[in-house]
């Protein structure tokens, strides 16, 4: 039978650890200026991305880690790492790269991987994959995961309709508050990663 708990659990952790209300802005700062077909191809790529490196991860996570000699803080402090170079770029408005490139880099870093498909979803999901038990436990983790993922793409899909309504001056406002978001959080998971260390050593 369907595990109503471990799905509950999982889905909650999730939600938390990857924010569809707090992802809104940060994606509406990277994908402002394009065109609406382009920004819901965007949203769908990096929902796409986020669910297949999870998938890979829930399925094989602790042996690609063990293999490559990388720990569960080495991770998060990349991760942060790279959020905060992402951040400070939407901080200083310094994100005019070439359109096409822009639009690959955007879906592949940093939304879908490290922000939504982050070290601390990462982690949860290999947990919550090693922890569940028989057929009907596995079928609730990846039903979790699943249904997480859908209400990610709903998230940015709709917010695209703020764009229409705060026009270019808010766009700008949006872009800098999700920079000094984005730079919180880098830090928070840098900070997070470096405490890891100090407590296992």
């Known amino acids: 039978m369907f595990d109503f708990a471990v799905f509950g659990s999982l889905f909650l952790t999730l939600f938390v650890i990857m924010d569809p209300p707090g992802i809104t802005p940060i994606f509406l700062a990277l994908t402002s200026g394009r065109p609406s077909k382009v920004q819901r191809r965007m949203a769908w790529q990096a929902v796409c991305v986020a669910f297949g490196v999870i998938a890979v991860f829930g399925i094989c996570g602790q042996q690609i880690l063990d293999y490559l000699h990388v720990s569960v803080p080495a991770l998060m402090i990349a991760g942060g790492l790279l959020l905060l170079?992402?951040?400070?770029?939407?901080?200083?408005?310094?994100?005019?790269?070439?359109?096409?490139?822009?639009?690959?880099?955007?879906?592949?870093?940093?939304?879908?991987?490290?922000?939504?498909?982050?070290p601390?979803?990462?982690?949860s999901v290999i947990l919550a994959v090693q922890k569940a038990h028989g057929f009907s436990g596995q079928?609730?983790?990846?039903?979790?995961?699943?249904?997480?993922?859908?209400?990610?793409?709903v998230t940015m899909r709709y917010s695209l309709v703020i764009i229409r309504v705060i026009k270019d001056g808010g766009v700008v406002l949006v872009?800098?508050?999700?920079?000094?978001?984005?730079?919180?959080?880098?830090?928070?998971?840098?900070?997070?990663?470096?405490?890891q260390v100090i407590h296992t050593s």
Not at 120 to 123: C, F, H, Q, R, S
Not at 178 to 185: D, E, R
Request: hydrophobic letters at 60%.
């Open 85 to 118: 170079l992402i951040a400070l770029d939407l901080l200083t408005g310094k994100t005019d790269e070439p359109k096409q490139t822009k639009d690959v880099n955007v879906a592949l870093v940093p939304l879908g991987m490290p922000l939504l498909a982050g």
């Open 120 to 123: 601390g979803a990462i982690v």
């Open 139 to 153: 079928v609730s983790v990846w039903a979790a995961i699943a249904a997480m993922h859908v209400v990610l793409w």
């Open 175 to 195: 872009t800098r508050l999700a920079g000094m978001m984005l730079s919180a959080i880098a830090v928070q998971q840098i900070i997070n990663g470096v405490l």
